[in-house]
């Protein structure tokens, strides 16, 4: 039996149509999930299942049935009754989303006082359950503790729990667990799969197929409003009827790149690097060696040291001992080493056109005045970007241009080595594979070595030759990739690769 | 924005640019001579002939407050500018200087903020002698305090921004990093806040006037006018009035404006 009904779900902002006739149906016990890049109108789904949608937009729907409710016309008192109590959500970022100023108790308690009438007592018992029951570890200590205190699975169980509070029929999931590492990643969706089988209707909002296909029992997949495809997830695996579906299952999956043979001479050779900030070690002890046209990759989990590793590599901060040594090109100068940020919008004033930024960088790379124009053009070019975006500020452009504008500045500078940081983790799937064959191709082109450092396994996998496993700041298990994913010898490798497939 | 909101920005927009037009062409808006004495239609009501009446010397008060917008606004206008210029230069090296440079700096910074604005200026004036310069320099001097620490703040955010630190890979020296996408970005912060502040830097240049450390009669000036009719206030209001609301509503638009762009500003950055 469906516990959730919605019939033709269409909402328009401004007069823009950007959910467009949506309909599905979920049952309790079971799992849905909703796949679509940014803009497809998942989440403004999400929030009409909830009466969130922004002021001003217009909703129309033929039937919206939560728990056996007609929602379509409730007042905003009425959706008070049922949000938090008859359906729940869980945001993608629990920090934003759990009162930094309030203990995770009564943070959790708080549907409890709204649609509950329990006594103090009871309430915290509740609270102890519902804390167990997400397998918080020591929930006693841990009701006390702000959110601040929280490692980010920890706040994001917390988070689940208190939108389990009120024990509601339906859980509204929106991109849980996009902001988790990846081992963590894999626990939180473990825990939304039991939650799932014991009773609950999921609603599972993602634009990663890779975690979608570990919790689903059906798929919706949603582009431009519409949804384009549904079915279970093994029709939807097995069968991908539209390219779109099957591009964005193949960017969840990679396979890792073949060994290439007969490649260069050392670049760089790491002896016993360490660094720490403020007594805390953050890289400890790295040795390793970059080979010419070779890809390096940096895989490591949020606090692993991959970041300040890349930054010592590039020169912005200094290793406090060890010795990285560069060796000469051919041709007897020194390398010449770029980075790519992560996050392209801060990478860029934001007061100055693409165009003036890819202008400084080629004056500071010596490149005479008169042919900076010139020059800019065959920037944008070489990353595929057609050259009148130049003269568009940072903001205005797509978070795919954004990157590939901040992959021609580096290349402004004519450089040997190319450090890129997490260089595709705040793309779209569809966007992310062209932006890692783009650097392919830049590789093969210029003959580049690139240091590829990601917290993705998959796409690390996939772009590099060697790769160096990090955790605590310790390369835990180094050597050429393949052989690496076939026959990881690390326990925590070994765990990255379970939790990433 | 809401409606009333954009309406209020519009009003408030409507009452700068009459004050700009005032202050920049007066006699075009104005043609009565505002130093002219006419002793026997001294004290006359608003009429036809003298839109805001006379005062006790039979001078035009529409034409003084006309003629009196370009220096009680100029003055303020400027000392904010000054006080931008100042706490920009001071605030952005603090942010790079070493730490005693800075602590030191900053600490000098905190006693002038520890006073009232107007206060400082008082003193700054008693100690410079009263006139329309000296004024100027006072409330510059009382402004300043708050441009160094925004400045000095924002120095030391934007110093340590990615696009900052991607230049300084690039190969772009240190010094041009600094000036090129460093003091922009403060700069569009101070101006902000000078939006805001230039409304009370007019009302403490009225203050001082009013107090009589400004520009001396004849020459029209709001706080002086003020002070002028100040005597026969039951019998000739107009003649502190109509300055006074001068003063009101030039203060009130400048803040709606500021606080609109700041808010703007804010919802930009976000």
């Given at each position: 039996?469906?516990?959730?009904?919605?019939?033709?779900?269409?909402?328009?902002?401004?007069?823009?149509?950007?959910?467009?006739?949506?309909?599905?149906?979920?049952?309790?016990?079971?799992?849905?999930?909703?796949?679509?890049?940014?803009?497809?109108?998942?989440?403004?789904?999400?929030?009409?299942?909830?009466?969130?949608?922004?002021?001003?937009?217009?909703?129309?729907?033929?039937?919206?049935?939560?728990?056996?409710?007609?929602?379509?016309?409730?007042?905003?008192?009425?959706?008070?009754?049922?949000?938090?109590?008859?359906?729940?959500?869980?945001?993608?970022?629990?920090?934003?989303?759990?009162?930094?100023?309030?203990?995770?108790?009564?943070?959790?308690?708080?549907?409890?006082?709204?649609?509950?009438?329990?006594?103090?007592?009871?309430?915290?018992?509740?609270?102890?359950?519902?804390?167990?029951?997400?397998?918080?570890?020591?929930?006693?200590?841990?009701?006390?503790?702000?959110?601040?205190?929280?490692?980010?699975?920890?706040?994001?169980?917390?988070?689940?729990?208190?939108?389990?509070?009120?024990?509601?029929?339906?859980?509204?999931?929106?991109?849980?667990?996009?902001?988790?590492?990846?081992?963590?990643?894999?626990?939180?969706?473990?825990?939304?799969?039991?939650?799932?089988?014991?009773?609950?209707?999921?609603?599972?909002?993602?634009?990663?197929?890779?975690?979608?296909?570990?919790?689903?029992?059906?798929?919706?997949?949603?582009?431009?409003?519409?949804?384009?495809?549904?079915?279970?997830?093994?029709?939807?695996?097995?069968?991908?009827?539209?390219?779109?579906?099957?591009?964005?299952?193949?960017?969840?999956?990679?396979?890792?790149?073949?060994?290439?043979?007969?490649?260069?001479?050392?670049?760089?050779?790491?002896?016993?690097?360490?660094?720490?900030?403020?007594?805390?070690?953050?890289?400890?002890?790295?040795?390793?060696?970059?080979?010419?046209?070779?890809?390096?990759?940096?895989?490591?989990?949020?606090?692993?040291?991959?970041?300040?590793?890349?930054?010592?590599?590039?020169?912005?901060?200094?290793?406090?001992?060890?010795?990285?040594?560069?060796?000469?090109?051919?041709?007897?100068?020194?390398?010449?080493?770029?980075?790519?940020?992560?996050?392209?919008?801060?990478?860029?004033?934001?007061?100055?056109?693409?165009?003036?930024?890819?202008?400084?960088?080629?004056?500071?790379?010596?490149?005479?005045?008169?042919?900076?124009?010139?020059?800019?053009?065959?920037?944008?070019?070489?990353?595929?970007?057609?050259?009148e975006l130049a003269r568009r500020r940072p903001a205005q452009l797509s978070g795919g241009q954004r990157q590939r504008a901040a992959i021609a500045r580096a290349l402004a500078a004519d450089p040997d080595v190319l450090v890129l940081d997490e260089p595709v983790s705040a793309l779209d799937p569809s966007v992310r594979e062209k932006v890692l064959r783009l650097l392919g191709r830049l590789q093969r082109g210029r003959g580049l070595t690139m240091i590829f450092v990601s917290h993705d396994l998959g796409v690390v996998a996939a772009v590099s030759d060697d790769v160096l496993v990090m955790k605590d700041g310790v390369i835990v298990e180094q050597g050429p990739v393949a052989s690496v994913f076939a026959a990881p010898q690390h326990p925590f490798t070994q765990e990255l690769l379970a939790a990433g497939h | 924005m809401s409606a009333s909101r954009r309406m209020l920005m519009a009003a408030a927009l409507l009452v700068l640019a009459v004050i700009a037009a005032m202050a920049l062409f007066p006699q075009l808006i104005a043609t009565a001579d505002p130093l002219r004495t006419d002793v026997r239609s001294a004290l006359e009501a608003p009429s036809a002939a003298h839109l805001f009446g006379t005062d006790q010397s039979g001078r035009d008060v529409f034409s003084?407050?006309?003629?009196?917008?370009?220096?009680?606004?100029?003055?303020?206008?400027?000392?904010?500018?000054?006080?931008?210029?100042?706490?920009?230069?001071?605030?952005?090296?603090?942010?790079?200087?070493?730490?005693?440079?800075?602590?030191?700096?900053?600490?000098?910074?905190?006693?002038?903020?520890?006073?009232?604005?107007?206060?400082?200026?008082?003193?700054?004036?008693?100690?410079?002698?009263?006139?329309?310069?000296?004024?100027?320099?006072?409330?510059?001097?009382?402004?300043?305090?708050?441009?160094?620490?925004?400045?000095?703040?924002?120095?030391?955010?934007?110093?340590?921004?990615?696009?900052?630190?991607?230049?300084?890979?690039?190969?772009?020296?240190?010094?041009?990093?600094?000036?090129?996408?460093?003091?922009?970005?403060?700069?569009?912060?101070?101006?902000?806040?000078?939006?805001?502040?230039?409304?009370?830097?007019?009302?403490?240049?009225?203050?001082?006037?009013?107090?009589?450390?400004?520009?001396?009669?004849?020459?029209?000036?709001?706080?002086?006018?003020?002070?002028?009719?100040?005597?026969?206030?039951?019998?000739?209001?107009?003649?502190?009035?109509?300055?006074?609301?001068?003063?009101?509503?030039?203060?009130?638009?400048?803040?709606?404006?500021?606080?609109?762009?700041?808010?703007?500003?804010?919802?930009?950055?976000?």
């Amino acid at each position: 039996m469906s516990v959730l009904t919605v019939q033709d779900l269409s909402i328009s902002i401004d007069g823009r149509l950007l959910v467009d006739g949506v309909s599905f149906e979920v049952a309790l016990g079971e799992c849905v999930a909703i796949v679509g890049e940014s803009g497809a109108g998942k989440s403004l789904t999400a929030a009409a299942m909830l009466g969130l949608t922004p002021a001003g937009a217009r909703v129309s729907s033929s039937a919206l049935i939560i728990d056996g409710v007609e929602a379509r016309r409730f007042s905003q008192s009425q959706w008070r009754r049922v949000r938090g109590n008859r359906i729940g959500l869980v945001a993608q970022d629990a920090l934003v989303s759990l009162d930094p100023l309030r203990r995770i108790g009564a943070e959790i308690a708080e549907p409890l006082v709204i649609h509950r009438d329990l006594s103090r007592a009871e309430r915290r018992e509740r609270t102890l359950e519902l804390l167990e029951s997400v397998a918080m570890p020591g929930p006693s200590t841990r009701m006390t503790q702000y959110p601040h205190e929280l490692s980010g699975g920890l706040r994001q169980r917390a988070l689940i729990a208190s939108a389990l509070a009120g024990e509601p029929s339906v859980l509204i999931a929106d991109e849980p667990t996009t902001a988790l590492d990846t081992t963590v990643q894999a626990h939180v969706l473990a825990l939304l799969r039991e939650i799932a089988d014991a009773g609950t209707a999921v609603v599972f909002i993602s634009h990663d197929f890779a975690a979608v296909r570990r919790v689903a029992d059906r798929v919706l997949v949603m582009r431009a409003g519409r949804v384009i495809e549904h079915g279970t997830m093994a029709e939807i695996l097995d069968a991908p009827n539209e390219t779109y579906t099957r591009e964005l299952i193949a960017a969840s999956t990679h396979a890792p790149r073949e060994d290439r043979f007969g490649l260069g001479d050392a670049v760089l050779t790491g002896i016993g690097v360490s660094k720490a900030f403020a007594g805390v070690p953050a890289v400890t002890d790295a040795s390793f060696t970059l080979v010419s046209g070779q890809t390096l990759g940096i895989v490591g989990e949020s606090g692993s040291g991959k970041t300040t590793l890349a930054r010592m590599i590039v020169g912005v901060e200094k290793p406090d001992a060890g010795d990285l040594r560069w060796h000469a090109t051919d041709h007897g100068r020194q390398h010449r080493v770029q980075l790519v940020h992560q996050n392209p919008l801060g990478a860029f004033d934001p007061r100055w056109t693409i165009a003036r930024s890819l202008r400084e960088a080629l004056a500071a790379g010596g490149v005479p005045r008169a042919h900076r124009a010139a020059r800019v053009a065959a920037l944008m070019k070489e990353v595929e970007l057609t050259p009148e975006l130049a003269r568009r500020r940072p903001a205005q452009l797509s978070g795919g241009q954004r990157q590939r504008a901040a992959i021609a500045r580096a290349l402004a500078a004519d450089p040997d080595v190319l450090v890129l940081d997490e260089p595709v983790s705040a793309l779209d799937p569809s966007v992310r594979e062209k932006v890692l064959r783009l650097l392919g191709r830049l590789q093969r082109g210029r003959g580049l070595t690139m240091i590829f450092v990601s917290h993705d396994l998959g796409v690390v996998a996939a772009v590099s030759d060697d790769v160096l496993v990090m955790k605590d700041g310790v390369i835990v298990e180094q050597g050429p990739v393949a052989s690496v994913f076939a026959a990881p010898q690390h326990p925590f490798t070994q765990e990255l690769l379970a939790a990433g497939h | 924005m809401s409606a009333s909101r954009r309406m209020l920005m519009a009003a408030a927009l409507l009452v700068l640019a009459v004050i700009a037009a005032m202050a920049l062409f007066p006699q075009l808006i104005a043609t009565a001579d505002p130093l002219r004495t006419d002793v026997r239609s001294a004290l006359e009501a608003p009429s036809a002939a003298h839109l805001f009446g006379t005062d006790q010397s039979g001078r035009d008060v529409f034409s003084r407050v006309v003629h009196g917008a370009g220096r009680s606004v100029g003055i303020g206008v400027l000392a904010t500018a000054l006080a931008v210029v100042v706490g920009l230069i001071v605030g952005a090296l603090a942010g790079v200087a070493p730490r005693p440079i800075d602590g030191a700096t900053m600490r000098i910074n905190d006693v002038l903020m520890a006073f009232p604005e107007f206060l400082v200026a008082l003193v700054v004036v008693a100690i410079l002698g009263p006139g329309a310069i000296n004024v100027a320099i006072a409330v510059t001097i009382a402004a300043i305090p708050v441009y160094v620490r925004l400045a000095r703040v924002q120095t030391r955010t934007l110093v340590l921004t990615e696009h900052v630190e991607a230049a300084r890979i690039l190969g772009v020296p240190r010094v041009q990093a600094f000036t090129r996408h460093v003091v922009p970005g403060v700069l569009g912060s101070l101006s902000v806040l000078a939006t805001i502040g230039i409304g009370s830097s007019i009302l403490a240049v009225a203050g001082l006037s009013f107090l009589g450390l400004g520009p001396v009669e004849p020459v029209p000036e709001w706080g002086l006018m003020l002070s002028g009719g100040r005597n026969v206030l039951g019998t000739a209001w107009w003649i502190s009035v109509f300055p006074g609301i001068a003063i009101t509503l030039t203060v009130i638009s400048a803040t709606i404006v500021g606080r609109n762009l700041r808010a703007q500003a804010e919802g930009h950055l976000s």
